[in-house]
């Protein structure tokens, strides 16, 4: 299983235990719904696959970023 904390925003100290692959991220996800207007409605997908998860930007309106670098590829979290 895999938890997303959520550090900043409207949607700061809500914490997701994602147990399902694929999970979309965004602000009408069903899976991890965000309600900061930042999130683009379909804005990332988590994957697991191999006992790894990766983060997928869905070419969002202001991308996505882990540990504070900007994503240009998919990242194995």
């Known amino acids: 299983m895999l938890t997303l904390h959520i550090l900043q ?6 914490t ?3 147990t399902h692959t694929p999970s979309l991220v965004g602000r009408d996800s069903p899976d991890l719904p965000l309600t900061d207007n930042t999130i ?3 804005h990332a997908q988590l994957i697991k696959k191999n006992n790894a ?3 997928n ?15 240009s590829r998919p990242h194995v979290l």
């Open 9 to 14: 925003g409207p949607d700061k100290g809500h």
């Open 16 to 18: 997701f235990d994602i």
């Open 40 to 42: 683009s409605r379909r």
């Open 53 to 55: 998860w990766t983060i």
């Open 57 to 71: 930007d869905l070419n969002s309106a202001n991308g996505t970023s882990v540990a504070a670098s900007k994503m």
